[in-house]
């Protein structure tokens, strides 16, 4: 019996994330290297910083009731939770994920402000207007109704609130379709990487438009984050990672063999990494 897309994404992170915490850290996303993807720095400190330069894109400078959506091993949230001094709630199909999260909050002194669900972000189980910034960073992607989970990121905000995504796109298509060999290469990062399918930013802001947010801006990072890949390609072979990479599992290996299908989709411009902010009035 094929396993359902929920499976396979739960299965991924269940298998991979432990690994990427030894090897990478805690923080599953890419890092900024500037606005012109020339500055060099830490792996680690870049993705610090892409964390503090979208907060300060999308001006957001308080916070009471988050929810992070695509958690992972809790990065995002206990790091807003202790910045806000904020309660952060994440949600993941993770239930490896969703456990090693609540312990790094323990060891954070974070336990009393935050809580990590294994949950589906198109049908969470919070009530309409629950939390003040709703932040998904790197998870869009994942969703199988892109629609679906924007609507709900909306049911959930409370009015006055703030929702900032960040999500891999393909290229805009409204003056050229993709090729069939551009298809052909976004279907082998989807095979890869447990991703239904994406769509570009232009989509994307119209939905939010039609769901009914305010204020939106959008915006496209890709040249400050591809410099992300070559870092993540030349750690996946050290010693330590080709170890680790091996007792993970062929989904694991599989994908650390197809790194360079990210970092050749940012060199044609036909991956995207896009960021949406908007309010709910």
């Given at each position: 019996?094929?396993?359902?897309?929920?499976?396979?994404?739960?299965?991924?992170?269940?298998?991979?994330?432990?690994?990427?915490?030894?090897?990478?850290?805690?923080?599953?996303?890419?890092?900024?290297?500037?606005?012109?993807?020339?500055?060099?720095?830490?792996?680690?400190?870049?993705?610090?910083?892409?964390?503090?330069?979208?907060?300060?894109?999308?001006?957001?400078?308080?916070?009471?009731?988050?929810?992070?959506?695509?958690?992972?091993?809790?990065?995002?949230?206990?790091?807003?939770?202790?910045?806000?001094?904020?309660?952060?709630?994440?949600?993941?199909?993770?239930p490896?994920?969703?456990?090693r999260?609540?312990?790094?909050?323990?060891?954070?002194?974070?336990?009393?402000?935050?809580?990590?669900?294994?949950?589906?972000?198109?049908?969470?189980?919070?009530?309409?207007?629950?939390?003040?910034?709703?932040?998904?960073?790197?998870?869009?992607?994942?969703?199988?109704?892109?629609?679906?989970?924007?609507?709900?990121?909306?049911?959930?905000?409370?009015?006055?609130?703030?929702?900032?995504?960040?999500t891999?796109?393909?290229?805009?298509?409204?003056?050229?379709?993709?090729?069939?060999?551009?298809?052909?290469?976004?279907?082998?990062?989807?095979?890869?990487?447990?991703?239904p399918?994406?769509?570009?930013?232009?989509?994307?802001?119209?939905?939010?438009?039609?769901?009914?947010?305010?204020?939106?801006?959008?915006?496209?990072?890709?040249?400050?984050?591809?410099?992300?890949?070559?870092?993540?390609?030349?750690?996946?072979f050290?010693?330590?990672?080709?170890?680790?990479?091996?007792?993970?599992?062929?989904?694991?290996?599989?994908?650390?063999?197809?790194?360079?299908?990210?970092?050749?989709?940012?060199?044609?411009?036909?991956?995207?990494?896009?960021?949406?902010?908007?309010?709910?009035?």
């Amino acid at each position: 019996m094929s396993l359902t897309l929920q499976q396979q994404i739960q299965q991924f992170y269940d298998a991979s994330s432990g690994l990427w915490e030894q090897i990478w850290g805690e923080h599953m996303h890419h890092g900024y290297y500037g606005a012109n993807g020339q500055e060099r720095k830490d792996r680690r400190q870049a993705q610090i910083d892409l964390i503090e330069e979208l907060l300060k894109w999308a001006e957001v400078r308080q916070a009471n009731n988050i929810l992070d959506v695509g958690c992972g091993i809790g990065g995002s949230s206990l790091y807003l939770a202790a910045k806000y001094s904020a309660h952060a709630t994440g949600i993941t199909l993770s239930p490896v994920q969703a456990n090693r999260a609540a312990d790094r909050a323990r060891a954070a002194g974070l336990r009393e402000r935050t809580q990590f669900l294994v949950a589906d972000a198109q049908q969470t189980p919070f009530a309409d207007n629950s939390f003040d910034f709703v932040w998904s960073l790197e998870s869009g992607e994942h969703m199988p109704d892109k629609q679906k989970f924007i609507q709900e990121c909306y049911r959930v905000l409370k009015p006055g609130g703030t929702f900032l995504m960040v999500t891999w796109c393909h290229r805009p298509i409204d003056s050229q379709p993709l090729t069939a060999d551009e298809q052909k290469h976004l279907e082998d990062i989807y095979r890869v990487y447990c991703l239904p399918y994406v769509i570009s930013l232009p989509q994307y802001e119209a939905i939010a438009r039609e769901t009914g947010f305010q204020q939106i801006r959008t915006a496209d990072w890709s040249t400050a984050v591809a410099p992300f890949w070559d870092f993540v390609i030349d750690s996946a072979f050290t010693p330590q990672a080709i170890v680790g990479l091996l007792l993970s599992g062929w989904t694991t290996l599989q994908a650390a063999l197809s790194l360079g299908l990210m970092k050749r989709g940012y060199e044609r411009g036909l991956v995207r990494f896009g960021l949406l902010y908007g309010t709910k009035s």
